[in-house]
């Protein structure tokens, strides 16, 4: 590595470091902790947004996904998040803000029920530590590739890294923090595809080795045979369960836009995301396709983004683009930890317990966080058994995405679905979930199944039971008011 490489990587993590611990002066109880004491600007939002997204499965496992299998991969980027992220900021999210809420397991605690509330953080809570591991293995591997270090200690190095800003600064430091990281990324991004194309002999050289060598992986759509990503499952699965279930569901993305100065910046701030969602496959997919027509010298796919930043670009760049996939990497690391933090403390215990108070809330908050963190770093080695980054993750999601998505979907659009088809919904639609995936179905066809499922049983449970009563806050309606307050949590 050249010596201006190691200072721009040590001047980054001394910059986000004393963000965060600069930051952290401003965090007296559990609002400034968790949701910046409602404060934040929309394209602070707009931009920590996309850089929480592009997470361990969107930068290495996505690249990895365009080397295995083409630019089908962007449709995770475009089909899977666009039109969810404009639903989302039109209807989910003025729909969380005048409930007033801290979680959208709490939103769900108010349209159905405690139980229900309780269950879906714990199932949020798994997953986001599952989802932490793979995002401190992907560092290690990158550190691995890049620098030569043992996975061990990238994962150590990795998770003192992040503790020192995101765990004393809260969402506050972890939005300012992604908003500088994801601006690196951009930088890095555009620097690859310019280089890459340059060492390739140029746009025609390098589009015309793409289609001569590997025609294949410019296929729009893969077939409906295909074993990971059917075309059938890509508009079913994909584009009308796991995107909006993720855009219009996810805690890590959504609880900064609960932490919106007004309800017009929290829906801001998701358009502003959505129009810079379209310039993601630059980062994203273009370096798993170039390491393709360079014939990168690697044996796992997932290995192509630090085989291209390590090969391709110059010292410098080299250096800011070996930054912006570690500040990718952490963006979602830091996310994770926070709003994991929230979910245990206001969501499980805070439940559990009866008992609430914002300087309480604040100490176990940090606790919790310290302990997610460590969790995760003593998780991540596993990771190396569970196959590829991508398709892991989205596993992951299918067991529970189907379930939630009906929930919220019928909770915000209706006063139809009744608190008992809650917890009701949930059991049946994970454990539906969980038996297709065990039988092998393709996981696409997992999420659409379970979710029409769920549609059917809170249907039917609904149909049987009791209605809820004063949803005025909690049901989307065009004649809401637009208020620079949320409702009262």
């Not at 998770?159 to 004393?168: D, E, N, Q, R």
């Amino acid at each position: 590595m050249h010596t201006f490489d190691l200072i721009v990587i040590a001047l980054y993590m001394v910059t986000i470091v004393g963000v965060g611990l600069g930051l952290s002066r401003k965090v007296t109880d559990a609002a400034d902790y968790f949701l910046a004491g409602r404060s934040l600007a929309f394209w602070v939002i707009g931009l920590s947004i996309i850089g929480t997204n592009i997470g361990a499965d969107s930068y290495v496992g996505a690249s990895g996904g365009a080397h295995r299998w083409g630019i089908a991969q962007a449709n995770f980027e475009w089909i899977g998040a666009i039109p969810a992220m404009i639903l989302a900021s039109v209807i989910f999210i003025p729909v969380y803000w005048r409930a007033g809420v801290y979680s959208i397991p709490e939103y769900l605690g108010k349209r159905y029920s405690q139980s229900v509330r309780v269950l879906a953080a714990s199932m949020s809570s798994v997953f986001a530590v599952v989802a932490i591991a793979v995002a401190l293995w992907a560092i290690a591997l990158t550190l691995k590739t890049y620098l030569g270090w043992e996975t061990w200690i990238g994962i150590m190095v990795t998770g003192t890294v992040v503790a020192l800003y995101s765990i004393t600064g809260g969402l506050r430091a972890v939005a300012f923090t992604d908003m500088l990281q994801v601006t690196i990324m951009f930088v890095g991004g555009i620097s690859i595809a310019y280089l890459g194309v340059t060492n390739s002999g140029g746009i025609v050289a390098f589009a015309e080795t793409l289609t001569s060598a590997h025609p294949e992986h410019l296929q729009t759509f893969l077939p409906a045979d295909h074993s990971n990503f059917p075309w059938p499952g890509v508009l079913l699965g994909l584009a009308i369960v796991l995107s909006p279930a993720y855009w219009c569901g996810s805690q890590a993305i959504l609880q900064r836009t609960l932490a919106a100065r007004s309800e017009w910046d929290a829906s801001a701030s998701m358009m502003m995301a959505a129009f810079g969602k379209t310039c993601i496959p630059l980062l994203v997919v273009f370096p798993g396709l170039l390491a393709l027509v360079m014939n990168a010298d690697i044996t796992d796919s997932d290995q192509a983004l630090p085989w291209v930043i390590k090969n391709v670009l110059p010292p410098g760049l080299s250096g800011l683009m070996f930054v912006a996939l570690i500040a990718a990497l952490q963006s979602s690391i830091d996310s994770g930890v926070n709003s994991t933090a929230l979910l245990i403390t206001r969501d499980i215990t805070g439940v559990l317990s009866k008992k609430s108070n914002p300087e309480r809330d604040l100490k176990i908050g940090r606790f919790a966080a310290l302990m997610i963190l460590i969790f995760g770093m003593i998780c991540a080695p596993l990771v190396e058994h569970m196959g590829g980054i991508y398709l892991f993750i989205q596993g992951m999601l299918s067991l529970f995405q189907g379930p939630m998505l009906a929930l919220l979907v019928l909770g915000a659009f209706t006063r139809f679905a009744t608190p008992a088809s809650g917890l009701i919904t949930i059991a049946c639609g994970v454990t539906l979930s969980a038996a297709l995936l065990y039988l092998g179905w393709n996981l696409l066809y997992v999420a659409f199944t379970s979710f029409l499922t769920s549609l059917l049983v809170i249907t039917v449970v609904s149909s049987r039971t009791e209605p809820a009563k004063d949803l005025d806050r909690l049901v989307f309606s065009f004649r809401g008011k637009r208020s620079g307050e949320p409702g009262q949590a």
